[in-house]
């Protein structure tokens, strides 16, 4: 049985919205319920449960590598589980430099996972593109339904088999157009 413990706040737009909707018994771990991640305080009581869970969604993008905490945490705590760290098509090279700390935050945390993964204790950096959230930029019509994103986890959590990376994205010319005008500081150009 999987027990899902997500990061981000399932009352907004987005992956743990998703999540919910997929695995109804989920408990969330944001700013909104007394988990600041951002702070000692926040980790030690995410720690403190982490126990009676086999599963995390490390979902919520905080930069100074707070998901790469999230997932060294889970690494001391589990002998055994699965975690999926939500990357973004932010860290494929050829949109440099649209995002070059994210570029590089997300590249970290894939080849953290990577390092960290074996036969009990599983990771899948899920690598996204843009999807609708209560945070984008984009409009809502180019952007991804982040159920797939849940479907994708879903699909991975129950499969008798590892996926240690995946990407799910909808590509289309108004994303590319966005990346492409942020690449070149120009994304207040960017029409939709």
Known sequence: MFKVLCTGNPEHIGIAMEIK????????????????????????????????????????????????????????????GH????????EYAKWLPANPSKYKESN??????????????????????GFKSSAK???????????????AIKWIVEAPFQVPVIGVEQMNDTIRNWYDLKRKGLESQFTG
């Open 83 to 90: 975690v999926f760290n939500i990357g973004s098509i932010d």
């Open 21 to 80: 909707k997929l695995f109804p018994n989920s408990t969330f771990v944001s700013r909104s319920n007394g988990y600041d991640l951002s702070t000692e305080d926040g980790l030690s009581r995410l720690k403190s449960i982490l126990t009676d869970y086999n599963v995390i969604v490390n979902n919520a993008y905080v930069k100074n590598g707070l998901q790469a905490t999230v997932l060294t945490i889970a690494r001391e705590v589990w002998a055994e």
């Open 137 to 151: 930029p984009l409009g809502l019509k180019t952007t991804m339904d982040p159920a797939h994103i849940a479907t």
């Open 108 to 129: 970290d945390l894939k080849e953290l996972g990577l390092s960290l993964t074996d036969e009990r204790f599983k990771v899948t950096h899920v690598t996204v593109g």
